[in-house]
């Protein structure tokens, strides 16, 4: 079931596009537009949504920027031996992945640039700007799917690649969305930059496994009144996430989403931690197990232990989608600063009313469906008159890029 009727086209401009995430999302696009695979795992193809007036995903039009130069099509191919892509889907799909593959530009910044970050910033800018007036697009959403940065070293470090194409979205006058644990809109420059910018934004750190399962659980333990003493994790992963969570900063920022979520659940931080080994062997695939030991009645230990074994990149992928549709939509209607209600899809969500546990964020997800369904902006929106202007082709308006730069 569609939940869309037919709607002006929508860019969607992926940071790391040529990744396991960026491809499996082109791919999986191409395929369910075209009817040959079901929309499973899509929350915007769900009843709910019918209606919601999301962009078509036949009229969203795929680019991006990427450090690294392997085609599209090569590293579907790739995927597919993988098994994260089923048989045959990558050349039927062929022609989509080339014509996205034309699309993606040369991201940086890269060992021996010599490009301040100034440059840099209106360089991604221009690319975004011009994807958006060639193809005569409504508007673009700007995704990060790039591999895990290490953490931010100081307000007087270099700004960090995922801030840097922030402020490019918000110099082009795109919505940003960052799947990623990586700094990006966090970063006190780019914080704001967005709150004079009149866009909205979402993010950060797509939940797309164990901490799926955290924020189911932890309100669990919490609403039956049993003390959770400890909760360790541990996750087993490959491919470029793996290799990237192998530096200690960078899976620190990983880590503090997953552990947040217990806190915000429980009430209380559970003894334990959560460790990640890059295991290159597994590829796109990771295995994650949790250990709960937890007190009942009259202080019975007891223990539940879980295992969660998944495709990163088929997980990740529907949720890529909604969020690029939803934030369309949501810029659309006018809505501004950080969509609390898209909560629902991050392990640390932006906003400060946002809840942790799933369902409470599934009850807000759904009511913001209803929002948009009846034309409105929801919380958060701007009354200024300020925000209307340039509706037609908001991002082609030009905007700044905060003090620093």
Known sequence: MSASLSRPRVGVWLIGARGSVATTVVTGCAAVAAGLHPPTGMVTETPAFTDSRLPALSGLVFGGHDTVDCPLPKRAETLTAGGVLPPGIATAVAAELATADREIRPGGPTPGDTRSEADLITAFADDIRDFVDRHDLERAVVVNVASTEPASQGPDAPLPASTLYA????????????????????????????????????????????????????????????????????????????????????????????????????????????HIDDVPALGDWKTAWDHIAFDGFLGTRMILQTTWQGCDSALAAPLVLDLARLTARAHESGLTGPIDALAFYFKDPVGKEAPSGLAEQYEALIRFAGRLREGEAGEGAAEREDAADGAAHPAREARGTGDRP
């Open 167 to 274: 402020l490019a979205a918000l110099r082009a006058g795109c919505p940003y969305v960052n799947f990623t644990p990586s700094e990006g809109m966090h970063h006190p420059v780019a914080a704001r930059e967005a709150e004079r910018s009149g866009l909205p934004y979402a993010g950060r750190d797509g939940k797309t496994g164990q901490t799926l399962l955290r924020s189911v659980l932890g309100p669990m333990f919490a609403q039956r009144a049993l003390t959770v003493r400890a909760w360790s994790g541990t996750n087993l992963l490959g491919g470029g996430d793996g290799a990237a969570l192998a530096d200690p900063a960078a899976a620190a920022a990983k880590n503090a989403g997953k552990e947040r979520v217990l806190t915000d659940t429980l009430g209380t931080t559970p003894q334990g931690e959560t």
